[in-house]
């Protein structure tokens, strides 16, 4: 899928290798949800009573086909972030998904502790790491889910091995089209507060089923600088 220009820098100078990443990234998640709505379109799930003979286990999976007929709250951050790290190398970048600093063993001792701290995805220049990323779902603006994000910051900012390495949060969420400016405001408001810079975000048209009332909007992955 070529890219259309999914990616808007919002605070910094401009980045053509972020913007880049993200433009690759949406153009990858955006395949994956027209595929996932594709398969569940047309279905027993997609049917509020199933199909014909199932049990009462198996009618309550077509709750996935009453909520989202795509990515939006159906998916975890971890297959996200995999379908993401798989586009980045098919561009001919070197990345890892699920990378632990035990990768880093052969070259130097590891203190107590920190050899098993994993990382959502890792660019690499050359042998070293260039950019790191940590991945959440933002789907609720909670108190829960910022101190997820703050613990996610302390994590990329603590680690002496990526001391040269940029950091980022991606945080994903679906806004209908009357919620694009508040959720813009509450991340740049998070972001004031956490010491973050809110680099842009990438989105593209999706829906998200409620309640079986269909509601248009966009999937959305803000990128935060630590």
Known sequence: MSQKNYWTRRDGPPDDELASLMEVAACAL???DQRLAAGLRGTPLTAASGAPGWTAAQQGHTAIARVGHGLSYWVYETTLVYVIWRAWIESGRVAAWDWTLRELAGRERIPHGDGGLRYD???FRGDEPHAVFEAKWWNLDTDAVRLALDEDAAKLRGSRFFAGARKFLIVFWFEQKTQSDEMQRD???FCAAAGLTFRGSAKFDANFL???QR???SFV???LEA
Do not use: N
Request: charged fraction near 10%.
């Open 221 to 223: 992955l803000g990128v």
């Open 210 to 212: 409620a309640r079986t």
């Open 187 to 189: 991340v740049a408001t």
């Open 30 to 32: 955006l395949a994956e």
């Open 215 to 217: 509601v248009g909007g």
């Open 121 to 123: 995805l890792v660019l």
